[in-house]
């Protein structure tokens, strides 16, 4: 299993930035993504990216806001966040993805074989 460890969460203010990190063991040749969840909520993609080409997909209530890149020298991806907002607060998990693809769909957490623990992220008014 390839092994993740995510990083950089942390109390702020709405509309300041923070940059989260994912540490992996080795980066997949299929898809890496971010996932949060909110306290009485389900699970919900945030963004992801193709490993091998670099493309990116967002949720639309975080584009434009967030972005998410790829050190492959380093086995990270990082998610920056800008300008957060109150309903960003969560607790933010890291995935890879499997060996079965991720069949151009990276916000479906069923493409992703390996999560890390998370960390969490409070957006304060």
């Given amino acids: 299993q390839v092994q993740l460890v995510e990083s950089g969460g942390g109390l702020v203010q709405s509309g300041t930035s923070l940059r989260l990190s994912c540490a992996a063991s080795t980066l997949p040749d299929t898809c890496l993504g971010w996932f949060r969840q909110a ?13 091998r080409n670099g493309a990116t997909d967002y949720a639309d209530s975080v584009k434009g806001r967030f972005t998410i890149s790829l050190d492959n020298n380093e086995n990270t991806m990082y998610l920056q966040m800008n300008g957060l907002k109150l309903e960003d607060t969560g607790l933010y998990f890291c995935a890879s993805g499997g060996h079965w693809g991720c069949r151009n769909d990276l916000l479906n957490p069923d493409v992703y074989a ?7 992220v409070t957006v304060s008014a």
Wanted: glycine fraction near 36%; avoid cysteine; charged fraction near 10%.
């Fill in 114 to 120: 390996n999560w890390g623990q998370g960390t969490q």
């Fill in 39 to 51: 306290p009485g909520q389900g699970r919900e993609g945030v963004g992801g990216v193709f490993a």
